[in-house]
Protein backbone atom coordinates (compact mmCIF):
# COMPACT_ATOMS: atom_id res chain seq x y z
CA UNK A 1 0.00 0.00 0.00
CA UNK A 2 1.57 3.39 -1.04
CA UNK A 3 1.12 6.02 1.59
CA UNK A 4 -1.02 8.95 0.53
CA UNK A 5 1.24 11.75 1.25
CA UNK A 6 3.46 13.48 -1.07
CA UNK A 7 1.69 12.53 -4.99
CA UNK A 8 4.18 14.12 -6.74
CA UNK A 9 6.55 11.58 -8.92
CA UNK A 10 10.28 12.10 -10.41
CA UNK A 11 9.66 12.37 -14.02
CA UNK A 12 12.44 11.09 -16.42
CA UNK A 13 13.77 13.91 -17.27
CA UNK A 14 14.50 14.57 -13.41
CA UNK A 15 15.73 11.24 -12.50
CA UNK A 16 19.28 11.57 -13.10
CA UNK A 17 21.93 9.56 -11.03
CA UNK A 18 23.84 12.69 -10.40
CA UNK A 19 20.14 14.48 -8.97
CA UNK A 20 19.45 11.07 -6.96
CA UNK A 21 22.46 10.79 -5.33
CA UNK A 22 22.31 14.48 -3.74
CA UNK A 23 18.52 13.53 -2.75
CA UNK A 24 19.86 10.50 -1.16
CA UNK A 25 22.67 12.23 1.01
CA UNK A 26 20.30 14.60 2.51
CA UNK A 27 17.72 12.43 3.67
CA UNK A 28 20.10 9.09 4.41
CA UNK A 29 19.87 9.44 8.20
CA UNK A 30 16.14 10.66 7.86
CA UNK A 31 13.49 8.70 10.04
CA UNK A 32 11.22 6.12 7.49
CA UNK A 33 8.23 8.59 8.95
CA UNK A 34 10.18 11.73 7.38
CA UNK A 35 10.06 10.48 4.08
CA UNK A 36 6.68 9.12 4.06
CA UNK A 37 5.65 12.74 5.32
CA UNK A 38 7.62 14.21 2.76
CA UNK A 39 6.59 11.64 -0.06
CA UNK A 40 9.98 11.02 -0.90
CA UNK A 41 9.60 7.56 -0.62
CA UNK A 42 7.15 7.77 -3.26
CA UNK A 43 9.27 9.79 -5.35
CA UNK A 44 12.37 7.58 -5.09
CA UNK A 45 10.45 4.66 -5.33
CA UNK A 46 8.29 5.59 -8.33
CA UNK A 47 8.50 3.22 -11.62
CA UNK A 48 5.87 3.81 -13.68
CA UNK A 49 6.49 6.76 -15.82
CA UNK A 50 9.09 7.85 -13.39
CA UNK A 51 12.44 6.49 -12.31
CA UNK A 52 13.23 2.84 -13.47
CA UNK A 53 13.27 -0.19 -10.25
CA UNK A 54 17.50 -0.47 -11.16
CA UNK A 55 17.91 3.28 -10.60
CA UNK A 56 17.37 3.15 -7.41
CA UNK A 57 19.35 2.41 -4.24
CA UNK A 58 19.42 -0.54 -2.12
CA UNK A 59 18.97 1.75 0.42
CA UNK A 60 15.90 2.98 -0.66
CA UNK A 61 14.60 -0.25 -1.26
CA UNK A 62 15.05 -1.52 1.73
CA UNK A 63 13.51 1.40 2.87
CA UNK A 64 10.55 0.90 1.12
CA UNK A 65 10.35 -2.48 2.17
CA UNK A 66 10.46 -0.86 5.51
CA UNK A 67 7.86 1.04 5.03
CA UNK A 68 5.75 -1.63 4.03
CA UNK A 69 5.98 -3.71 6.74
CA UNK A 70 5.71 -0.35 9.35
CA UNK A 71 2.62 0.39 8.31
CA UNK A 72 0.66 -2.60 9.35
CA UNK A 73 2.40 -2.52 12.94
CA UNK A 74 0.21 -0.92 15.87
CA UNK A 75 1.03 -1.82 19.46
CA UNK A 76 -1.82 -4.55 19.48
CA UNK A 77 0.08 -6.73 16.75
CA UNK A 78 -0.44 -6.34 12.50
CA UNK A 79 -3.34 -5.06 11.17
CA UNK A 80 -4.45 -6.70 7.51
CA UNK A 81 -4.23 -4.74 4.88
CA UNK A 82 -8.39 -4.18 3.23
CA UNK A 83 -8.20 -4.72 -0.50
CA UNK A 84 -10.34 -1.81 -0.84
CA UNK A 85 -12.64 0.67 1.72
CA UNK A 86 -13.96 -0.98 4.11
CA UNK A 87 -17.93 -1.06 3.21
CA UNK A 88 -19.94 0.69 5.63
CA UNK A 89 -22.14 -1.19 8.03
CA UNK A 90 -25.65 -1.03 9.20
CA UNK A 91 -26.93 -1.38 13.07
CA UNK A 92 -28.93 -4.60 12.21
CA UNK A 93 -26.18 -6.22 10.19
CA UNK A 94 -24.09 -6.00 13.19
CA UNK A 95 -26.21 -6.53 16.06
CA UNK A 96 -26.89 -9.62 13.63
CA UNK A 97 -23.12 -10.65 13.72
CA UNK A 98 -23.20 -10.67 17.84
CA UNK A 99 -26.67 -12.59 17.62
CA UNK A 100 -24.75 -15.56 16.41
CA UNK A 101 -20.92 -15.01 17.57
CA UNK A 102 -19.66 -17.05 20.36
CA UNK A 103 -20.29 -14.80 23.42
CA UNK A 104 -19.96 -17.20 25.86
CA UNK A 105 -17.12 -15.90 27.63
CA UNK A 106 -18.62 -12.62 27.91
CA UNK A 107 -22.09 -13.99 29.36
CA UNK A 108 -20.23 -15.35 32.07
CA UNK A 109 -19.35 -11.94 33.51
CA UNK A 110 -22.82 -10.52 33.13
CA UNK A 111 -24.87 -9.23 35.79
CA UNK A 112 -28.61 -8.39 34.72
CA UNK A 113 -30.02 -6.80 37.64
CA UNK A 114 -28.26 -4.95 40.63
CA UNK A 115 -28.48 -7.45 43.63
CA UNK A 116 -30.22 -5.74 46.37
CA UNK A 117 -30.42 -6.73 49.98
CA UNK A 118 -32.51 -6.15 53.61
CA UNK A 119 -34.93 -3.28 53.36
CA UNK A 120 -33.80 -2.03 49.69
CA UNK A 121 -34.78 -6.17 48.03
CA UNK A 122 -37.96 -6.09 50.25
CA UNK A 123 -38.97 -2.71 48.96
CA UNK A 124 -37.82 -2.83 45.56
CA UNK A 125 -40.39 -6.64 45.48
CA UNK A 126 -43.31 -4.70 47.13
CA UNK A 127 -43.27 -1.31 45.30
CA UNK A 128 -40.33 -1.37 42.44
CA UNK A 129 -41.15 -1.44 38.84
CA UNK A 130 -42.39 -4.78 37.14
CA UNK A 131 -39.45 -7.42 36.22
CA UNK A 132 -39.02 -8.08 32.27
CA UNK A 133 -40.98 -10.64 30.83
CA UNK A 134 -39.37 -13.87 30.47
CA UNK A 135 -39.18 -14.15 26.62
CA UNK A 136 -37.22 -10.71 26.98
CA UNK A 137 -34.53 -11.95 28.74
CA UNK A 138 -32.04 -13.66 26.52
CA UNK A 139 -32.40 -10.27 24.75
CA UNK A 140 -31.40 -8.38 27.60
CA UNK A 141 -28.21 -10.66 28.59
CA UNK A 142 -26.99 -10.58 24.62
CA UNK A 143 -26.83 -6.46 25.29
CA UNK A 144 -25.00 -6.93 28.38
CA UNK A 145 -23.06 -9.63 26.83
CA UNK A 146 -22.24 -7.16 23.66
CA UNK A 147 -20.91 -4.58 26.58
CA UNK A 148 -18.39 -7.29 27.80
CA UNK A 149 -16.62 -7.78 24.42
CA UNK A 150 -13.85 -5.54 24.05
CA UNK A 151 -12.45 -4.36 20.55
CA UNK A 152 -10.81 -6.60 18.41
CA UNK A 153 -8.35 -6.02 15.75
CA UNK A 154 -8.69 -9.42 13.98
CA UNK A 155 -12.34 -8.75 14.40
CA UNK A 156 -13.41 -7.31 10.57
CA UNK A 157 -17.27 -6.64 11.97
CA UNK A 158 -15.65 -4.67 14.67
CA UNK A 159 -13.07 -2.82 12.23
CA UNK A 160 -15.98 -2.03 10.04
CA UNK A 161 -18.50 -0.29 12.90
CA UNK A 162 -15.24 1.93 13.64
CA UNK A 163 -14.70 2.82 10.30
CA UNK A 164 -18.67 3.56 9.40
CA UNK A 165 -18.43 5.92 12.85
CA UNK A 166 -15.36 7.45 11.43
CA UNK A 167 -16.91 8.07 8.33
CA UNK A 168 -20.29 9.40 9.12
CA UNK A 169 -19.40 11.51 11.41
CA UNK A 170 -16.63 13.13 9.02
CA UNK A 171 -18.13 12.80 6.03
CA UNK A 172 -14.93 11.06 4.68
CA UNK A 173 -15.19 8.05 1.89
CA UNK A 174 -12.15 6.97 2.73
CA UNK A 175 -10.51 4.57 5.44
CA UNK A 176 -8.45 5.91 8.26
CA UNK A 177 -5.88 4.33 10.29
CA UNK A 178 -7.01 1.73 13.24
CA UNK A 179 -4.67 4.11 15.58
CA UNK A 180 -3.79 8.01 15.19
CA UNK A 181 -5.09 11.42 16.58
CA UNK A 182 -7.66 11.52 14.22
CA UNK A 183 -9.60 9.16 17.09
CA UNK A 184 -9.14 12.44 19.55
CA UNK A 185 -11.17 14.41 16.67
CA UNK A 186 -14.01 12.52 17.08
CA UNK A 187 -13.73 12.79 20.80
CA UNK A 188 -11.85 9.50 21.95
CA UNK A 189 -9.26 9.90 24.74
CA UNK A 190 -6.50 8.73 22.91
CA UNK A 191 -5.37 7.00 19.73
CA UNK A 192 -6.41 4.07 20.18
CA UNK A 193 -10.60 4.29 20.59
CA UNK A 194 -10.46 0.85 22.19
CA UNK A 195 -9.38 1.90 25.44
CA UNK A 196 -11.84 4.38 26.02
CA UNK A 197 -14.85 1.23 25.85
CA UNK A 198 -13.88 0.39 29.44
CA UNK A 199 -17.96 -0.46 31.36
CA UNK A 200 -19.63 -0.51 28.26
CA UNK A 201 -17.38 -2.81 25.45
CA UNK A 202 -18.60 -2.90 22.24
CA UNK A 203 -22.70 -1.92 23.49
CA UNK A 204 -20.79 1.43 23.24
CA UNK A 205 -19.83 1.69 19.91
CA UNK A 206 -22.84 0.04 18.31
CA UNK A 207 -25.39 2.08 20.35
CA UNK A 208 -22.71 5.15 18.36
CA UNK A 209 -23.57 2.78 15.30
CA UNK A 210 -26.67 3.28 15.80
CA UNK A 211 -26.92 7.05 15.73
CA UNK A 212 -25.17 7.78 12.94
CA UNK A 213 -26.96 5.11 10.27
CA UNK A 214 -30.49 5.91 11.17
CA UNK A 215 -31.59 8.51 8.69
CA UNK A 216 -34.24 9.64 11.14
CA UNK A 217 -31.26 10.69 13.58
CA UNK A 218 -28.21 11.01 11.71
CA UNK A 219 -28.74 15.20 11.79
CA UNK A 220 -29.23 15.12 15.61
CA UNK A 221 -26.20 13.42 15.57
CA UNK A 222 -24.13 15.68 13.45
CA UNK A 223 -25.38 18.79 15.41
CA UNK A 224 -24.18 17.70 18.16
CA UNK A 225 -21.23 16.48 16.84
CA UNK A 226 -21.08 20.07 15.64
CA UNK A 227 -21.41 21.53 18.72
CA UNK A 228 -18.66 19.31 20.70
CA UNK A 229 -16.11 20.99 18.08
CA UNK A 230 -17.41 24.58 19.66
CA UNK A 231 -14.65 26.69 20.37
CA UNK A 232 -15.95 27.54 23.77
CA UNK A 233 -18.71 24.32 24.16
CA UNK A 234 -16.23 22.02 23.04
CA UNK A 235 -16.53 18.61 24.39
CA UNK A 236 -15.40 15.16 23.66
CA UNK A 237 -18.32 13.44 21.75
CA UNK A 238 -17.52 10.02 21.56
CA UNK A 239 -16.54 9.68 25.21
CA UNK A 240 -19.76 11.29 26.41
CA UNK A 241 -21.70 9.02 24.06
CA UNK A 242 -19.65 6.04 26.24
CA UNK A 243 -20.56 7.57 29.14
CA UNK A 244 -24.62 8.06 27.59
CA UNK A 245 -24.62 4.16 27.06
CA UNK A 246 -23.23 3.82 31.36
CA UNK A 247 -26.14 5.46 32.19
CA UNK A 248 -28.60 3.18 29.82
CA UNK A 249 -26.63 -0.07 31.18
CA UNK A 250 -27.50 1.11 34.67
CA UNK A 251 -30.66 1.92 33.91
CA UNK A 252 -31.57 -1.21 32.19
CA UNK A 253 -29.69 -3.01 35.18
CA UNK A 254 -32.08 -0.94 37.97
CA UNK A 255 -34.83 -2.35 35.88
CA UNK A 256 -36.31 1.18 35.59
CA UNK A 257 -36.94 0.16 31.72
CA UNK A 258 -38.96 -3.10 32.05
CA UNK A 259 -42.15 -1.99 32.10
CA UNK A 260 -41.35 -0.36 28.47
CA UNK A 261 -39.94 -3.37 27.40
CA UNK A 262 -42.53 -5.10 27.99
CA UNK A 263 -44.80 -3.00 26.43
CA UNK A 264 -43.04 -2.97 23.23
CA UNK A 265 -42.04 -6.16 23.50
CA UNK A 266 -37.99 -5.43 22.76
CA UNK A 267 -34.90 -4.68 24.53
CA UNK A 268 -32.11 -3.44 22.40
CA UNK A 269 -34.69 -1.03 20.63
CA UNK A 270 -35.75 0.61 23.61
CA UNK A 271 -32.04 0.76 25.12
CA UNK A 272 -31.14 2.68 21.78
CA UNK A 273 -34.10 4.86 22.07
CA UNK A 274 -33.21 5.52 25.26
CA UNK A 275 -29.91 6.52 24.49
CA UNK A 276 -30.83 9.12 22.05
CA UNK A 277 -33.27 10.82 24.49
CA UNK A 278 -30.19 11.16 26.73
CA UNK A 279 -28.31 12.24 24.09
CA UNK A 280 -30.78 15.37 23.08
CA UNK A 281 -31.19 16.43 26.32
CA UNK A 282 -27.69 16.69 27.25
CA UNK A 283 -27.66 18.24 23.56
CA UNK A 284 -30.28 20.84 24.71
CA UNK A 285 -28.70 21.40 27.95
CA UNK A 286 -25.54 21.99 26.52
CA UNK A 287 -26.66 24.18 24.15
CA UNK A 288 -28.70 26.47 25.66
CA UNK A 289 -27.64 26.75 28.93
CA UNK A 290 -23.94 27.40 27.25
CA UNK A 291 -22.49 24.37 29.30
CA UNK A 292 -18.55 23.73 29.25
CA UNK A 293 -16.48 20.79 29.97
CA UNK A 294 -16.36 21.87 33.47
CA UNK A 295 -19.87 21.41 33.82
CA UNK A 296 -19.72 18.27 32.18
CA UNK A 297 -19.70 15.88 35.52
CA UNK A 298 -22.39 17.63 36.98
CA UNK A 299 -24.85 17.44 33.53
CA UNK A 300 -23.99 13.43 33.53
CA UNK A 301 -24.84 12.87 37.15
CA UNK A 302 -28.12 14.96 36.72
CA UNK A 303 -28.61 12.95 33.27
CA UNK A 304 -28.28 9.90 35.20
CA UNK A 305 -30.84 10.73 37.89
CA UNK A 306 -33.35 12.13 35.40
CA UNK A 307 -32.68 8.94 33.09
CA UNK A 308 -33.25 6.71 36.35
CA UNK A 309 -36.69 8.82 37.85
CA UNK A 310 -38.17 9.31 34.37
CA UNK A 311 -37.15 6.93 31.21
CA UNK A 312 -40.60 7.10 30.42
CA UNK A 313 -41.04 10.86 30.16
CA UNK A 314 -37.37 11.24 28.21
CA UNK A 315 -38.63 8.38 26.08
CA UNK A 316 -42.17 10.08 25.06
CA UNK A 317 -39.83 13.63 24.98
CA UNK A 318 -38.18 11.70 21.97
CA UNK A 319 -41.26 10.75 19.78
CA UNK A 320 -42.48 13.88 20.37
CA UNK A 321 -39.71 15.31 18.97
CA UNK A 322 -38.72 13.22 16.07
CA UNK A 323 -42.53 13.51 15.11
CA UNK A 324 -42.03 17.35 15.02
CA UNK A 325 -39.56 16.95 12.37
CA UNK A 326 -40.89 14.55 10.47
CA UNK A 327 -43.68 17.23 10.15
CA UNK A 328 -41.42 19.87 9.17
CA UNK A 329 -39.74 17.54 7.02
CA UNK A 330 -42.99 16.61 5.07
CA UNK A 331 -43.86 20.23 4.77
CA UNK A 332 -40.73 20.83 2.74
CA UNK A 333 -39.67 23.28 5.81
CA UNK A 334 -36.59 20.98 7.18
CA UNK A 335 -34.42 23.84 7.69
CA UNK A 336 -36.88 25.23 10.08
CA UNK A 337 -37.04 22.06 12.27
CA UNK A 338 -35.60 22.56 15.66
CA UNK A 339 -32.56 20.31 16.34
CA UNK A 340 -33.95 20.09 19.89
CA UNK A 341 -37.64 20.88 21.16
CA UNK A 342 -38.29 22.48 24.61
CA UNK A 343 -39.85 19.45 25.90
CA UNK A 344 -36.74 17.41 26.04
CA UNK A 345 -35.25 20.22 27.97
CA UNK A 346 -37.55 19.41 31.05
CA UNK A 347 -36.29 21.22 33.98
CA UNK A 348 -33.89 24.09 34.09
CA UNK A 349 -30.26 22.59 35.29
CA UNK A 350 -29.38 26.20 36.25
CA UNK A 351 -30.71 26.95 39.20
CA UNK A 352 -29.05 23.65 40.53
CA UNK A 353 -25.55 24.47 42.30
CA UNK A 354 -22.46 23.36 41.06
CA UNK A 355 -19.91 21.57 42.60
CA UNK A 356 -16.50 22.81 41.40
CA UNK A 357 -15.11 19.44 42.33
CA UNK A 358 -17.41 17.54 39.59
CA UNK A 359 -15.45 17.18 36.28
CA UNK A 360 -15.85 15.39 33.44
CA UNK A 361 -16.33 11.60 33.63
CA UNK A 362 -13.88 9.99 31.76
CA UNK A 363 -14.92 6.36 30.92
CA UNK A 364 -11.47 5.16 32.57
CA UNK A 365 -12.31 6.99 35.41
CA UNK A 366 -15.80 5.95 36.30
CA UNK A 367 -16.25 4.72 39.91
CA UNK A 368 -16.88 1.22 40.74
CA UNK A 369 -20.79 0.22 41.07
CA UNK A 370 -22.55 -0.15 43.29
CA UNK A 371 -24.29 -3.34 44.04
CA UNK A 372 -26.18 -2.56 46.75
CA UNK A 373 -28.90 -0.64 47.54
CA UNK A 374 -29.41 0.57 51.05
Known amino acids: MTPPWGMNRCSTDNCQHEEQHVSFAAFKSAHISA ?32 WETVENIHPGGIVEKPLGPTPLISFNEALQFFQTADLSNCRKKIQPTVR ?36 DNNEKVHMRIL ?22 ELGFQGMDPGTDLRGTGLLGLMQTLYFVMDSRILPIAREIFKLSHHEVQNFPFCVMS ?24 QVIAVLNDLYVAVFLRLFG ?24 RN ?6 HLETHMNGRATSVAGGDSSQAPVVSSEVLGPSLNSAPLD ?6 GVCDLPAETEQES
Not at 165 to 175: E, H
Not at 245 to 262: M, P, Y
Not at 311 to 316: E, F, G, T, V, Y
Open 35 to 66: LKQNGLLQSLSATANGCREADISEAVLRAREE
Open 116 to 151: RSGLAAITHFFFGPPRLHQQLQSERDLALAIAQCGL
Open 163 to 184: QTIYKKLTGSRFDCARYGAHWE
Open 242 to 265: VNITRIVIQVLREERLSRECNRRQ
Open 285 to 308: IWKTQQKTISDSGFVLKELEAFAK
Open 311 to 316: PKQLLR
Open 356 to 361: NELNFT
